[in-house]
């Protein structure tokens, strides 16, 4: 009896025998299951997360959600665009009528009526935006408050201004028929400006601003023939 290694023989017409090669490459791990209600790890929307994490066992865990790009500033409002109504809070204050003489007139004269409306500059905002804005008179609608109405350029001049001798007929003057009284008023239309540093440009539309109502009292006079002057018979007819 032989002790020692035993050596195993085969004859040359035996086949050598080999162990098959193994697959070492990791099986995949199973997409997870989707599910629309569940918060996904690291803030990820469903879709997010599948797309990024069903093969990605390093994506599983928590991750930070990517950062969302800030939102552009939105572009400054063009003041140029700005509307009457975006200004009416600058509007200037009414202005003041007056009727001459003194507040009265006599049937069948011209009765005088100035107002005293100017340019009027403001500062302000329009749109966030600082800015002057100027208000300019371009027409008046005078209400003689006798259901006569005259619009005109020009908001009238006082007879003396004018040089001119009492119940003178003016461009803003009007001769009432009828003995009463009569409440005047007259609609100033301006037309508006704005500048924000870069010069003046138009702003649309047209603002109406209307005066206090003016009472006229319209009487009627008499004329008699007589004989000497009120200066020479003060106690004559009329004096």
Known sequence: MTIGAVRETRTADEPEHHLPERDWTPAPNPAPTEEPERIYPGGLTADEWFGRCPYDSLCRGVIPPEEEAEPADPEAPDVTTATIQDVAVYAPDPPHLTGEPGGMGVVGM???FVVD?????VDGEIFDIPVTVRFTPV???FHYGDSTTRETTTPGTDWADLGAPQFTATPTSHSYTAVGTYDAHVDIRY?????AGFGWFP???ILDVSTDAVPIRIVDVETALVERTCAEDP???GC
């Open 191 to 195: 037309a508006a400006e704005g500048d």
């Open 139 to 141: 027409s008046y609608l």
């Open 203 to 205: 702003i649309a539309g």
């Open 110 to 112: 011209p009765t005088n």
């Open 235 to 237: 106690g004559g007819p």
């Open 117 to 121: 409306a100017v340019p009027h500059t």
